[in-house]
């Protein structure tokens, strides 16, 4: 496809994991992005992974990537009522071009 | 070191007014890209400065516009608005390519009436 594609909505107790998934579009591409947006506010980067890796941990936020099948992911282990959000994946495709993203996954949060 | 940051945070226009919105990257940081997000249409890519030319357009009409000066601040202009142009506009820096990693602003929410 040509978008970069994310489910819509996920919805987790507090505690659990979350994973929210991305299918990017460019092989190419060389970093791959989370971005947590809260309601009212920017985009605040969460973290990043180079292409030529297949995960990166970062506190309770651990990436994986399978470049075979052009799909992110991230994991937020104990999630907290402060991790509601919407989350963004986004790619940096191939030549001099800006981040693509996807629509976005609106994690809630039940405690 | 402080962040990207945007003026005004809210502005509230009438059909086929203008309206002028400002970015002042982080501190180094030469280049600026815009962008635009709406419920349905998502995070949209306007255009991106680099050293007061911009280096990449996405895909609007010629109402939007921008420009950078020569300390890396840009502003963005949306003549004629329309009632589509309600969004919340969001300015990315980064370090001098598009794709180093983007720091983004808290945006500013525009409403048109």
């Known amino acids: 496809g040509e978008d970069v594609e994310q489910s819509l909505f996920l919805s987790v107790r507090e505690g659990d994991s979350s994973v929210i998934n991305c299918t990017y579009t460019?092989?190419?591409?060389?970093?791959l992005y989370w971005y947590k947006q809260e309601p009212g506010a920017g985009l605040q980067l969460l973290t990043y992974i180079f292409s030529n890796m297949d995960m990166k941990q970062d506190q309770r936020l651990t990436v994986l990537l399978n470049k075979k099948d052009k799909h992110l992911s991230l994991r937020i282990a104990d999630t907290q009522t402060g991790d509601s959000a919407i989350y963004f994946c986004?790619?940096?495709?191939?030549?001099?071009?800006?981040?693509?993203f996807g629509k976005g996954t609106r994690l809630s949060v039940i405690a | 070191k402080a962040g990207v940051t945007q003026t005004p945070r809210y502005l509230i226009k009438t059909r086929g007014q203008q309206v002028t919105l400002s970015c002042s990257p982080i501190s180094g940081h030469r280049s600026v890209s815009w962008y635009q997000q709406t419920p349905g249409q998502g995070l949209q890519f306007l255009f991106e400065?680099?050293?007061?030319?911009?280096?990449n357009k996405g895909n609007f009409p010629g109402r939007f516009s921008g420009r950078q000066f020569s300390n890396s601040r840009s502003e963005m202009n949306v003549s004629t608005l329309e009632l589509g142009d309600s969004a919340l506009y969001l300015c990315?820096?980064?370090?001098?390519?598009?794709?180093?990693?983007?720091?983004f602003g808290p945006g500013t929410r525009l409403t048109v009436l």
């Open positions: 400065y680099f050293s007061e030319t911009q280096r």
């Open positions: 990315a820096s980064s370090l001098s390519e598009p794709t180093d990693t983007q720091y």
């Open positions: 986004a790619e940096t495709p191939s030549g001099n071009t800006p981040l693509v």
């Open positions: 460019d092989s190419s591409s060389t970093y």
